[in-house]
């Protein structure tokens, strides 16, 4: 039995909501036989749900995982409040580290945040606790992306601290794991060593496309008069942001009932461009898009029944140069429907898996000309492909899978 201690601001689980691949990592390392205690901070914006708390490191015991709440206060947007409630919680941490580490005796430390300042910690832990491994994981490659996609200067105060941050952690764990599979150049030139690097990507988790919950009566009344009117069905689930590159869709979309295409496209989520797509929707006078509210996670498998393939996009960024790394390209094999992949990079990912095809970013004659090929291809054809999607996803992406594939780091 190894004791492992994950430091992760944002963890959450299924009843608060995201992020879920600490819940699902840890859960499966409890099943494992491994003890699991979670460092995480009482709010987060990612959850539909943060925890009460009246003191500092509370714990409360989620499915055998023993979360420790740091309080941080609350903000909204990317701005400096959010700034300023990761500084509370790193600096409470560095503060309270020889403590952790004399109260859990950790065997396993994995600083795994979105923000790589989180690596502080772990090492400070790693120093009173004799025999540990630090592991840091990356799930977004900070501070490249607020350089590259949110246009902020390297020079920038924030980014220089990330970017510090980013090159202690390279240098002093012991192992790095990246969700993203093109990534070890580039840790390499900020002090990665050799034979440190490991790929884990994201996954899914079988059990939750087992028991569905069923669609509200008002995305019913939309699939059913679109398979009364055999529309090919292109469905989009997931956030409305500018980085998924919606407004592309839309265009396509245009081009599709340009030439009196058989496709419709469903767009179902939330986000804050969700007003400026109804907007967009509205003014091209699209007939065959419907764009209808988030549904919750368990009404996915539901959903995505009703799809003949499935749309992911994002803007044109050399972030991709990365690859590929989003949930719901895991989701959209699971569903076990064609995918449509909207994104320029080096991942083949979806070619890989024979499970789909891939276009460039920002060019919708392309989606369009992709929608038209499986407008007229064989449904068998399609279905075959939908069937690799899956069948990769239960053999290679199930979480149960990819925490043994991590726990080899241990």
Same mark, same amino acid.
């Given at each position: 039995?190894?004791?492992?201690?994950?430091?992760?601001?944002?963890?959450? +689980? #299924?009843?608060?909501?995201?992020?879920?691949?600490?819940?699902?990592?840890? @859960?499966? &390392?409890?099943?494992?036989?491994?003890?699991?205690?979670?460092? =995480?901070?009482? /709010?987060?914006?990612?959850?539909?749900?943060?925890?009460?708390?009246?003191?500092?490191?509370?714990?409360?015991?989620?499915?055998?995982?023993? $979360?420790? &709440?740091?309080?941080?206060?609350? $903000?909204?947007?990317?701005?400096?409040?959010?700034?300023?409630?990761?500084?509370?919680?790193?600096?409470?941490?560095l503060l309270w580290g020889r403590r952790i580490a004399e109260r859990l005796h950790p065997d396993v430390i994995i600083a795994s945040s979105t923000y790589p300042l989180d690596t502080y910690v772990g090492q400070r832990i790693r120093k009173y606790?004799?025999?540990?491994?630090?592991?840091?994981?990356?799930?977004?490659? &900070?501070?490249?992306?607020?350089?590259?996609?949110?246009?902020?200067?390297?020079?920038?105060? /924030?980014?220089?601290? %990330?970017?510090?941050?980013?090159?202690?952690? %390279?240098?002093?764990?012991?192992?790095?794991?990246s969700l993203l599979p093109l990534t070890e150049p580039y840790m390499r030139e900020h002090g990665l060593g050799e034979g440190r690097f490991f790929h884990v990507p994201n996954g899914v988790l079988p059990e939750e496309w087992e028991k569905t919950?069923?669609?509200?009566?008002?995305?019913?009344?939309?699939?059913?008069?679109?398979r009364k009117r055999n529309r090919f069905i292109v469905g989009y689930f997931g956030g409305f942001a500018i980085s998924n590159a919606l407004d592309v869709l839309l265009n396509a979309a245009a081009l599709t009932e340009e030439r009196k295409g058989?496709?419709?496209?469903?767009?179902?989520?939330?986000?804050?461009?969700?007003?400026?797509?109804?907007?967009?929707?509205?003014?091209?006078?699209?007939?065959?898009?419907?764009?209808? #509210? !988030?549904?919750? !996670?368990?009404?996915?498998?539901?959903?995505? =029944?009703? /799809?003949?393939?499935?749309?992911?996009?994002?803007?044109?960024?050399?972030?991709? @140069?990365?690859?590929?790394?989003?949930?719901?390209? /895991?989701? +959209?094999?699971?569903?076990? *429907?064609?995918?449509?992949?909207?994104?320029?990079? #080096?991942?083949?990912?979806?070619?890989?898996?024979?499970?789909?095809?891939?276009?460039?970013?920002?060019? #919708?004659? *392309?989606?369009?000309?992709?929608?038209?090929? &499986?407008?007229?291809?064989?449904?068998?054809?399609?279905?075959?492909?939908?069937?690799?999607?899956?069948?990769?996803?239960?053999?290679?992406?199930?979480?149960?899978?990819?925490?043994?594939?991590?726990?080899?780091?241990?």
């Open positions: 039995m190894k004791k492992i201690l994950m430091i992760e601001h944002y963890a959450g +689980s #299924p009843e608060m909501g995201m992020e879920f691949r600490p819940y699902y990592l840890s @859960r499966e &390392w409890v099943r494992m036989g491994h003890r699991v205690d979670i460092l =995480a901070a009482d /709010f987060s914006h990612l959850r539909v749900k943060n925890p009460k708390i009246e003191k500092e490191l509370q714990p409360e015991m989620i499915d055998g995982i023993r $979360y420790h &709440w740091v309080h941080t206060g609350t $903000y909204e947007g990317n701005g400096v409040s959010r700034a300023l409630t990761m500084a509370q919680f790193v600096g409470k941490l606790s004799p025999g540990s491994v630090l592991i840091h994981e990356v799930h977004d490659m &900070w501070p490249a992306t607020l350089i590259e996609v949110g246009g902020m200067s390297r020079r920038n105060p /924030f980014c220089v601290a %990330m970017q510090i941050g980013e090159n202690s952690a %390279m240098k002093n764990s012991d192992r790095v794991v919950e069923p669609l509200p009566e008002e995305y019913e009344r939309v699939f059913s008069d679109l058989r496709a419709s496209y469903v767009l179902v989520g939330d986000g804050e461009k969700k007003r400026e797509l109804l907007e967009q929707a509205e003014r091209m006078n699209l007939q065959e898009v419907y764009i209808l #509210p !988030k549904l919750p !996670k368990a009404a996915v498998p539901s959903l995505t =029944a009703h /799809f003949d393939c499935t749309y992911v996009g994002a803007k044109n960024s050399s972030l991709y @140069r990365f690859g590929l790394g989003m949930n719901k390209i /895991f989701d +959209s094999m699971m569903a076990g *429907k064609p995918i449509l992949m909207a994104v320029s990079t #080096p991942d083949d990912l979806i070619l890989r898996n024979r499970c789909g095809v891939m276009v460039p970013s920002n060019e #919708p004659q *392309k989606i369009d000309d992709a929608v038209k090929k &499986w407008e007229n291809t064989d449904e068998n054809e399609l279905k075959r492909m939908g069937e690799n999607g899956h069948r990769a996803a239960l053999e290679k992406y199930t979480y149960p899978r990819l925490a043994e594939e991590f726990a080899k780091l241990f």
